[in-house]
């Protein structure tokens, strides 16, 4: 059992979570307080400093979870970011778990995945501004670890969602049940790490290498709603690009 701080615990990828990880001690917070859940906003370096006091790991899910105006995006996402780290670092907790996404790469396609799919760790190529500061937290990351030897474990997060509701998400789903298999993973994984978050999906095509790596072994598989949700035009950007819709939407849109 890990004693574990969650930010964004009110979110929807936090809930899938809180009731999935009853084996830890949970300190869930999110900037908005409610039940079970203490207020903490993440960009508050005091606040976040007491909150990672005497924790094994973090979970950081908090923050701005779609497109929006850089200058919101860059306060919330990325300096909440550093402050989570920084906290970290300060007050001795030796592992970071940090909610990236699929769009911090969303700008490859499918042609450049290869036979082994597209690598956990290609390069950032964000579709957005939301997707920038997706990548700015993965370099964030990896400065912690290079300096401090901070163990940070960067999700690359798909679609998670209860069930696939597009034709999209029978390649990039993600089910509640695997992403907390995969957080379950990156609780002993070591170094610093970028990992494709997403299920044992037929027609996925991004790698399964980094999961394997540390120990993350999905089992659900979008391909059971194919009938229901349709087949992808994989002409159109939103089948052929990593990061779907987003990655042909206005710049600082929600």
């Known amino acids: 059992m890990a004693i574990i701080l969650m930010t964004g615990a009110s979110g929807a990828v936090g809930a899938m979570l809180r009731e999935r990880l009853r084996g830890h001690e949970l300190r869930l917070t999110d900037v908005r307080a409610g039940d079970g859940v203490a207020a903490l906003d993440v960009t508050d370096a005091a606040a976040v400093e007491r909150a990672a006091r005497g924790v094994d790991a973090v979970v950081h899910l908090g923050g701005i979870a779609?497109?929006?105006?850089?200058?919101?995006?860059?306060?919330?996402?990325?300096r909440g970011t550093e402050r989570v780290l920084q906290a970290a670092h300060s007050t001795g907790v030796p592992r970071v778990i940090l909610a990236s996404s699929n769009h911090a790469a969303g700008l490859y396609e499918r042609s450049d995945a290869g036979p082994d799919g597209l690598p956990d760790d290609v390069p950032p190529r964000p579709d957005s501004y939301y997707g920038w500061s997706k990548a700015a937290m993965e370099s964030l990351g990896r400065l912690y670890h290079d300096r401090h030897g901070l163990h940070v474990i960067c999700l690359r997060i798909g679609s998670c969602k209860d069930e696939p509701t597009g034709p999209r998400d029978l390649s990039a789903w993600l089910s509640p049940d695997d992403a907390a298999r995969l957080v379950e993973a990156s609780l002993t994984a070591t170094g610093w790490r970028l990992v494709w978050g997403v299920s044992a999906n037929t027609r996925r095509w991004w790698s399964a290498a980094g999961g394997r790596a540390i120990g993350y072994a999905p089992r659900d598989d979008a391909e059971s709603w194919a009938a229901a949700v349709g087949e992808p035009d994989l002409s159109e950007p939103e089948h052929r690009l990593v990061g779907g819709p987003m990655a042909t939407g206005p710049l600082g849109e929600a």
């Open 66 to 78: 779609s497109e929006g105006p850089f200058e919101d995006v860059l306060a919330v996402n990325v």
